[in-house]
């Protein structure tokens, strides 16, 4: 994927305008990983109602790419069964940027955001809702992520 | 190609790789020498020539293929000790790189003479392999690591220094000689100076010195001297710990194993003389004849030419890219204080995607923290780039690189 294709306006517009950046207090979901190779660093806050996503918030920093990916995310997650974000996969993320044949060094980039998330969703599920065997599925594909 | 100091077109025909395209058709252009140089063929060969015609484990077996390889392996240290100009050569610990180096140090002879409350002082433009160990070390002892700041030059502030020293706790000073994001050049025969007056122990992080410009360790008079084969043309796996010999004997070993004891009894064991005692194993033999290969290399160049290159590379490129819009240049100006490395940012292009898009031009520079977060911090940025010259770039690529920066500006439409 050539560069003119990877920095194309949208990905500019929500590296330089994230939606969603910020924080919730007292989220039911807060996750926070980074990338040692690049210090790439991603945080994530989630608020859950009757199921769904009702809020959901990023802070970090990063590549274009990586906070690009990030703000996209809540985004497409926003408001959506907590099933469905649950079962979100790697290929829907870069889909939903338009980002393919990645790099192995720049994928990582793209998909920081979908490991906190999965993270996060693991943690609440093993935590809060006692289901081992749910996350147990959800942290080995989180770990499978790069 | 430009008229240079160095016979620069019979310098790049050395370099195999130099040849090849990346990108399909875009000619390599190397500018990350900080991170590890390329390797002339004259190392490659002497490599190949190793395992193809003398490969055999040194110092014990009397075969002749035995004797060829130790003398080989030997004659590396002769090499060095001349190339560092030290008389004993002993003193030349091979190991695996700066790293391992200043692990030793900090193993052996820091678990000996750190105390509690004592005190370790390094400086914020530290390579983490000049920092993690000595955190490791202090921790344990419960003593205190202390840093020599850095000023808005990229130069260190040595005042601090003195009030360190002044507390009377001081054990050790550590310090590069050349930072690996800055370039500056410390003033260290300064530092060695003050240290010595005080009784503090000193040693040099010299990764990024050794292999730009000429060094000289007797008239630096420090204690310990690091250095790694594979940032000057020679192989991974291959560095070099250099001590003074009262040091060396008053030192526990790093690693117990074969070809470093005297005789090894049930419950006790001697040790071998110097170097061997802190060569345990077999070594990384082949690395070792091939960083011999580097040597003579430089050696043929000179490292007054080294530096004389690079110096004019440097000048050059820190003009022409002072004049890229939305540039943010790191370190001093003064290139009599710094090597041949420019650390910068553009305006908030990130240098992951920086490094991205200008790589499609077959340009290749070093983007992220470069091992030094506590540096980063000083500076207060999460990452720069950075362009590392050496003996075959050119100015010509430097054009190149300038115009790729332009182009990645575009992109980014600043």
């Known amino acids: 994927m050539s560069s003119a294709d990877i920095y194309r306006e949208i990905i500019l517009d929500y590296y330089r305008n994230p939606r969603n950046y910020g924080k919730i207090e007292n989220p039911d979901i807060s996750k926070k990983d980074s990338n040692p190779l690049c210090g790439d660093e991603l945080e994530m806050h989630i608020n859950l109602k009757d199921n769904k996503i009702s809020d959901v918030k990023f802070t970090g920093k990063g590549c274009a790419i990586s906070q690009a990916s990030a703000s996209m995310l809540t985004e497409l997650i926003m408001d959506k069964d907590f099933e469905f974000v649950k079962e979100l996969t790697k290929e829907d993320v870069l889909e939903n940027l338009g980002l393919h044949d990645l790099g192995p060094a720049r994928i990582k980039c793209a998909l920081l955001s979908l490991k906190v998330l999965k993270y996060g969703i693991y943690s609440y599920v093993s935590e809060k809702l006692k289901d081992t065997a749910s996350a147990d599925k959800i942290k080995e594909e989180a770990s499978g992520l790069f | ?414």
């Open chain 2, 1 to 414: 190609m430009q008229a240079s100091v160095i016979n620069i077109k019979s310098i790049r025909n050395d370099f195999p790789i130099l040849k090849r395209k990346v990108h399909k058709d875009k000619p390599l252009i190397y500018f990350d020498n900080a991170a590890t140089t390329q390797k002339p063929i004259q190392v490659i060969d002497a490599i190949s020539n190793y395992y193809l015609n003398y490969n055999s484990n040194i110092h014990r077996a009397v075969h002749q293929l035995a004797e060829e390889a130790t003398a080989a392996y030997e004659l590396t240290r002769d090499k060095v000790a001349k190339f560092i100009n030290i008389k004993n050569r002993e003193e030349i610990i091979f190991v695996r790189g700066t790293t391992e180096a200043i692990n030793l140090v900090a193993y052996s002879w820091g678990r000996q003479n750190v105390q509690k409350d004592d005190i370790v002082v390094t400086t914020e433009y530290e390579h983490h392999s000049n920092i993690v160990p000595w955190q490791l070390l202090t921790k344990e002892k419960g003593a205190k690591l202390e840093y020599i700041g850095v000023d808005d030059n990229g130069e260190l502030i040595l005042d601090q220094l003195d009030a360190y020293l002044d507390t009377g706790r001081v054990k050790l000073v550590t310090f590069s000689q050349m930072s690996n994001v800055l370039g500056t050049i410390s003033k260290s025969e300064e530092i060695i100076k003050k240290c010595h007056q005080k009784g503090v122990r000193v040693l040099v992080d010299a990764a990024q010195s050794v292999p730009h410009i000429k060094v000289d360790l007797q008239k630096l008079d420090c204690d310990f001297f690091a250095f790694s084969a594979h940032k000057m043309l020679g192989p991974t796996g291959v560095g070099v710990l250099w001590a003074r010999k009262d040091l060396l004997e008053s030192m526990v070993p790093f690693n117990g194993g074969g070809d470093m004891i005297r005789e090894v009894h049930k419950y006790e064991t001697t040790w071998n003389d110097l170097p061997f005692k802190f060569e345990a194993g077999t070594p990384n033999i082949a690395d070792v004849i091939g960083f011999s290969a580097a040597l003579d290399y430089l050696d043929k160049i000179g490292m007054d030419k080294v530096r004389e290159h690079e110096v004019e590379l440097t000048k050059y490129a820190l003009e022409q890219i002072s004049a890229v819009k939305g540039i943010k240049l790191y370190g001093t100006p003064d290139i009599t204080k710094r090597g041949g490395v420019i650390s910068f940012n553009l305006g908030d292009i990130h240098p992951h995607d920086l490094a991205t898009i200008i790589d499609e031009d077959g340009v290749a520079i070093r983007s992220g923290h470069h091992c030094a977060q506590v540096l980063m911090e000083r500076l207060d940025v999460s990452a720069t780039s950075r362009a590392s010259f050496y003996i075959y770039n050119t100015k010509e690529e430097i054009d190149v690189f300038i115009r790729s920066l332009n182009r990645a500006r575009e992109l980014f439409r600043i």
